[in-house]
């Protein structure tokens, strides 16, 4: 049986049933629990070591949540989140700690995730401390080296977040990531807040460090032609479920989602002149997201989906009723249509 997305042993993160819901109360003394905001609903897939898989969606479909869930940094209200095959939703204390040696995340403001109060050193070097891994001068050479590795000049390190740029500032986050030499990076839309000039330069280093280290990536983003480049598999999301999983090329070449079209319908191609560009369908999708405290009953796109009178006509399903199987359709693509 596979795995939503890997038939092969060297797995190396494997999430199973994984949601993460926030509760609503009401009340201001006696607070009473009256629903929940479902950011992150029955997900599950695997990432293989060495492997970058991109995860994409409008704002506000539980892409960072689910990031955030892997790491612990939420603890998931159900599921597991298998790292190496120890389940970290069971760990907690001195265990966890130990885990997150070998996870880290680089976060998407870099103006709001270094403390302007820590010089540049303090900051890089705090992971070491924090794991009890060096002291003294080896921590800061140490400090040095990860500077230079990223592009920043290692005499910077007593330098305060707010002399340097935007991307300068991610470089250090990326520094602080790499500084407990983890397996695993979520990399949380590390390019969102930077100017086009520099995105480029911090795809080419996440991709130079990958190689070096034989790093393992989740590549959270809203940028299609960014996960594409970067990416070997990739997962859509919509409303805190998976709707499509699938290699990059596959996934590009034939979407199968509904939403997945509409997404891919929206990226621009560098030829305007290309037959593609001119055959393509701009896919304008109606009406707005639902709340996630109220998703839909059935499946969560039907509100929607363009296709869900086919889907009655064809299969004779009410979308707005019955909720779609994620499931493989071929030989590693998953989706959860009922077309399929």
Request: glycine share 12%; aromatic share 6%.
């Given at each position: 049986m596979t795995d939503n997305g890997t038939t092969k042993n060297n797995v190396l993160l494997r999430i199973k049933n994984l949601k993460m819901y926030f509760p609503i109360t009401k009340g201001v003394i006696f607070q009473r629990h009256v629903g929940d905001?479902?950011?992150?609903?029955?997900?599950?897939?695997?990432?293989?070591?060495?492997?970058?898989?991109?995860?994409?969606?409008?704002?506000?479909?539980?892409?960072?949540?689910?990031?955030?869930?892997?790491?612990?940094l939420y603890r998931p209200t159900a599921g597991t989140v298998e790292f190496e095959g120890q389940d970290l939703t069971s760990l907690k204390g001195e265990g966890l700690r130990k885990m997150r040696r070998n996870m880290q995340m680089i976060f998407q403001d870099p103006y709001a995730s270094l403390n302007p109060r820590m010089t540049v050193g303090s900051i890089v070097g705090e992971p070491l401390e924090v794991?009890?891994?060096?002291?003294?001068?080896?921590?800061?050479?140490?400090?040095?080296?990860?500077?230079?590795?990223?592009?920043?000049?290692?005499?910077?390190?007593?330098?305060?977040?707010?002399?340097?740029?935007?991307?300068?500032?991610?470089?250090?986050?990326?520094?602080?990531?790499l500084a407990v030499q983890p397996d695993f990076i979520v990399c949380d839309e590390p390019i969102s807040a930077l100017d086009v000039s520099i995105q480029a330069q911090v795809?080419?280093?996440?991709?130079?460090?990958?190689?070096?280290?034989?790093?393992?990536y989740l590549f959270i983003a809203h940028d299609l032609a960014v996960v594409r480049h970067i990416s070997d598999r990739i997962a859509v999301m919509y409303l805190g479920k998976i709707a499509e999983l699938a290699d990059r090329a596959e996934l590009y070449k034939n979407p199968l989602h509904p939403y997945t079209r509409a997404l891919l319908s929206a990226v621009p191609i560098p030829d305007p002149i290309a037959e593609m560009e001119r055959v393509k369908k701009r896919i304008i999708l109606q009406g707005d997201v639902p709340s996630p405290a109220h998703p839909p009953k059935g499946c969560n796109f039907c509100t929607r989906c363009p296709m869900k009178n086919e889907v009655m006509r064809q299969k004779g399903i009410d979308c707005a009723v019955v909720e779609p199987e994620f499931k493989e359709v071929s030989p590693e693509h998953w989706t959860a249509c009922h077309l399929y």
């Open positions: 905001i479902k950011a992150v609903d029955d997900v599950s897939f695997s990432i293989k070591r060495g492997e970058t898989l991109g995860l994409v969606g409008e704002s506000g479909c539980g892409k960072s949540t689910t990031g955030r869930a892997i790491l612990q794991h009890n891994i060096l002291s003294g001068k080896a921590r800061q050479e140490r400090v040095k080296e990860l500077l230079n590795i990223v592009g920043l000049n290692p005499y910077f390190i007593n330098r305060y977040p707010h002399e340097f740029s935007g991307g300068q500032r991610q470089r250090i986050g990326v520094a602080r990531a795809i080419n280093l996440l991709e130079d460090l990958q190689t070096e280290f034989g790093l393992t």
